[in-house]
């Protein structure tokens, strides 16, 4: 703990932490040591790890990267920050993300953009963690902690993790509980950690999951000891390779490390299939469209009364003047972008063209998986992400679909409900991390582990 403590205080130009809680680590720090003395060895004792700032942790700063939220302070923590709390973690501080989680950058925060601690070679550009999990990437790639809590709504643990060279998994939905984290788009938002290695994936994801009242979409489920699980023996498992994420323009890089995972899974003794998932060229839009309309709900709570920032108001203004005055200044312009584009698909003239469409192409999606797992696939191997990491700023454009575009091999998943892990596999020419996916089958994240692990 003191050494990340220290660490922190040198690194903030990454800008990766945004509230540091140096006093709660040093005291969870000591009940740790405590507790190893009394003969207590919970699997997390006495490791530090940063926290999105996502999840609300009782007390301290919890402001969803939205200035809507300065001056938050929950009074409850969490379900996953208390699991791993009780299992002995020891939190540092929260870290950067994209506002509300809505971005593939980290550049829509109100703090300003985490960066990367990874540089392409000869060459002094600061590069994007990725989002919207972009603090968790770096502050783990950097050695910031140990580990990191990351959510996923469509790729923000696996993109970023794929940026930094870390180890990210998404479970599957229902796993973790999503009970005290700023809801984004309710039926996609799941937690996961982001860590350096597999096992400390597997070890930290077995603290994070398990059932709870509190949200009735967890999972009823036991929790299996997932590190038990990695044996790296994955002979005669099929790992299915889907035809169409090979896109247009995909760049050599990605497609060499594609085939080179393949191999390796080869060698190890799986067998790799060619397979099909038809409707993926439609994940994207329909994410666009499922996602922003959950989130135009979920927002709708951030009024000027109930959190954080009101503005001021000009004497005759009512109640309608306070919503809008306090909506436009708490709020930035991607999240104001999504809540226009979500009210828009869900009002009563367009529901059926966009929002009930997008379900039904959800659905179909879903098909394809279900599909090929029925035929005998056990995990599914993918690229993460299209490119290695992007400069700060170089897609930031006027065009909000370019960075859209960033989600393409991710987004399905999270439509499906399935695990996805992503990790980091080898370098591109200009020496940067690249990572692949592996996509699992329901609640069989100890597989998808496995797997990952022989590939590790
Ligand atoms: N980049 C995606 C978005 O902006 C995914 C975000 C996420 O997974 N939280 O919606």
Known sequence: TQACLTAIEGADALNAYVHKTPEIALERAAAADARLKEGEAPAMCGLPIGVKDLFCTQGVDSQAASNILQGFKPEYESTVTQNLKDAGAVMLGKLNMDEFAMGSSNESSAYGAAVNPWKREGDDTQLTPGGSSGGSAAAVAADLCLAATGTDTGGS???????????GIKPTYGRCSRWGIVSYASSLDQAGPMTKSVRDAAIMLEAMAGHDAKDSTSADLAVPNFEALLTGDIRGKKVGIPREYRVDGMPDSVERLWNEGAEMLKAAGAEVVDISLPHTEYALPAYYVIAPAEASSNLAR???????????????????????KSRAAGFGPEVQRRIMIGTYVLSA????????????VRSLIKKDFEDAFAAGVDVILAPATPSAAFGLGEKASADPVEMYLMDIFT?????????GVALPVGTNSQGLPMGLQMIGKPWEEGDLLNTAYALE
């Not at 003239?349 to 039904?360: E, L, P, V």
């Open 157 to 167: 643990i696996r993109q970023p993790a794929a940026f930094t060279g870390t180890v």
């Open 302 to 324: 951030y009024d000027g009364v109930r959190y954080g920032q009101r503005s001021a108001l000009d004497a005759g203004d009512g109640i309608t003047e306070m919503y809008e």
């Open 349 to 360: 003239g367009f529901y059926d063209a966009y929002y009930n469409r997008a379900r039904k």
């Open 411 to 419: 987004v399905t998943l999270n439509l499906a409900g399935l695990p």
